[in-house]
């Protein structure tokens, strides 16, 4: 966001805050997201963590969840660098674009430093 952009500073202040408060409010659904998942256990009636990962794994057929992508590597084409690049640009942390893109952090970062 460059200030040049705007056409007075009450304007770039404003879209600054907006774009704080998105932020704001994205970092806050994880942080409940996060309190949520440590306390589901409970909430589904289970005595602790590893009675629902057992109770799950029996679901599963004693099998642990695989990724997607399951060990395959992933090949970084230009159009995947440049969704990361964008994704960047728009704020994202290497931990989120990794996840939604499907490759690794310090995959993140290499694309990032060859930009």
Do not use: C, H
Not at 18 to 46: D, H, P, S
Not at 52 to 64: F, R
Not at 85 to 99: D, F, W
Request: no cysteine.
């Amino acid at each position: 966001m460059s200030a040049g952009n705007y056409s007075s500073l009450s304007d770039y202040e404003n879209a600054l805050i907006e774009e704080a408060r998105k932020k704001a409010k994205e970092e806050w659904q994880e942080v409940e997201k996060r309190q949520r998942l440590a306390n589901l256990y409970q909430e589904l009636g289970f005595k602790s963590t590893n009675e629902l990962i057992k109770a799950l794994q029996s679901v599963s057929g004693g099998k642990a969840a695989k990724s997607e992508n399951s060990g395959k590597r992933v090949r970084i084409t230009p159009e995947i660098a440049a969704k990361v690049k964008e994704m960047k640009n728009a704020g994202k942390g290497p931990s989120e674009i990794s996840r939604t893109m499907g490759i690794s952090v310090p995959s993140v970062y290499n694309i990032l430093k060859k930009a």
